[in-house]
């Protein structure tokens, strides 16, 4: 069965970096684009980043554009989330989803937390 | 950066039916924004229900349906059922870029 099991969350001081992750089984890795969304406590969700079958292409939302950065290790069916500059407003579950071009996130982890706080 | 608005809640009477939209404040939504709407409960991660409009997941229920209506994406809950209460968040693509609304508190009551 499908599965995507993130890990990494913390709590983690403001300026500061940290690395999430979210290892895939179940299904053919390299057929499927990666999505990370995240969810602030009580609040919507907010799409983060995807990155394509291969890892060549990346697409950010504007809040985090130029501090995170979206990577795929295929022979490890792994997608990382690599996050510098953190701010309070980074404080969420962070989700790993799967998709294709015209669908996002058939199935979706049970999501890491990250508490940015000093 | 865009943004992507829907109903912040709504109450519908089990039994009956209830429309839930998403617009975008680029204009009207198209099939090319290839809208997704999925659905979450409480302390559970989110669950898909229609990918590309319209099209439904294996497991999507029959009474949900999706599609344009007025330049919005939309969807439609015909039959609601109490377990149907949730919170509903649809998602836009803006050319891989992919966005979205705030959610819609749905309350069957």
């Known amino acids: 069965q499908v599965q995507l099991v993130e890990s990494g969350g913390g709590v983690v001081q403001p300026g500061r970096s940290l690395r999430v992750s979210c290892v895939a089984s179940?299904?053919?890795?390299?057929?499927?684009?990666l999505h990370w969304v995240r969810q602030a406590p009580g609040k919507g969700l907010e799409w983060v980043a995807v990155?394509?079958?291969?890892?060549?292409?990346?697409y950010y939302a504007d809040s985090v554009k130029g501090r995170f950065t979206i990577s795929r290790d295929n022979p490890k069916n792994t997608v990382y989330l690599q996050m510098n500059s953190l701010t309070t407003e980074d404080t969420a579950v962070y989700y790993c989803?799967?998709?294709?071009?015209?669908?996002?996130?058939?199935?979706w982890g049970q999501g890491t937390l990250v508490t940015v706080s000093s | 950066q865009t943004v992507v608005t829907q109903e912040p809640s709504l109450t519908v009477s089990p039994g009956g039916t209830v429309t839930l939209t998403c617009a975008s404040s680029?204009?009207?939504?198209?099939?090319?924004?290839?809208s997704n709407w999925f659905q979450q409960k409480p302390g559970q991660a989110p669950r898909a229900l229609i990918y590309?409009?319209?099209n439904k997941h294996s497991w999507t229920p029959a009474r949900f349906s999706g599609s344009l209506l007025g330049g919005k994406a939309a969807l439609t809950l015909s039959g609601v059922q109490p377990e149907d209460e949730a919170d509903y968040y649809c998602l836009l693509d803006f050319g891989g870029v992919r966005v979205f609304g705030g959610g819609t508190k749905l309350t069957v009551l």
């Open positions: 179940g299904f053919t890795f390299s057929d499927y684009i």
């Open positions: 989803a799967r998709g294709y071009d015209i669908l996002t996130g058939d199935y």
């Open positions: 590309s409009t319209s």
């Open positions: 680029t204009g009207a939504v198209t099939t090319g924004n290839y």
């Open positions: 990155v394509s079958f291969d890892g060549t292409i990346k």
